[in-house]
């Protein structure tokens, strides 16, 4: 199972850091995504990690802005978002899976968190 926390309300510019718990298994043999989704559209990619953390992938819109890592012994990963932007707003979600190594589709994700709702002003 799956817990994402940290999310929140901030202004244009501001910071969050989004966890993402697995309870009931290891995590440290999964590879791990941030997904998010705005009201109106499709779930799209955020950014990604590889089981040990040595890869990562973001989509362009986030790169340079937000920082995935992950602490396999406390079974989390983490999302750090800065210079956040009122485009970021919407409801994120984590993913695990065991059988690829690093992916940006949703689909190839089994096991997903319940979401946690980022909402930035301007």
């Known amino acids: 199972q799956l817990q994402a926390s940290g999310g929140g309300m901030v202004q244009a510019g501001g910071s969050l850091r989004l966890s993402c718990a697995a309870s009931g298994r290891t995590f440290s043999n999964s590879a791990v995504g941030w997904f998010r989704q705005a009201p109106g559209k499709e779930r799209e990619f955020v950014a990604a990690?590889?089981?040990?953390?040595?890869?990562?992938y973001y989509a362009d819109s986030v790169k340079g802005r937000f920082t995935i890592s992950r602490d396999n012994a406390k079974n989390t990963v983490y999302l750090q978002m800065n210079s956040l932007k009122p485009e970021d707003t919407a409801v994120y979600y984590c993913?695990?899976?065991?059988?690829?190594?690093?992916?940006?589709?949703?689909?190839?994700?089994?096991?997903w968190g319940q979401g946690t709702q980022v909402t930035v002003s301007s």
């Open positions: 990690i590889s089981r040990s953390g040595s890869s990562t």
């Open positions: 993913a695990a899976e065991y059988s690829v190594w690093l992916s940006r589709n949703p689909i190839d994700y089994n096991y």
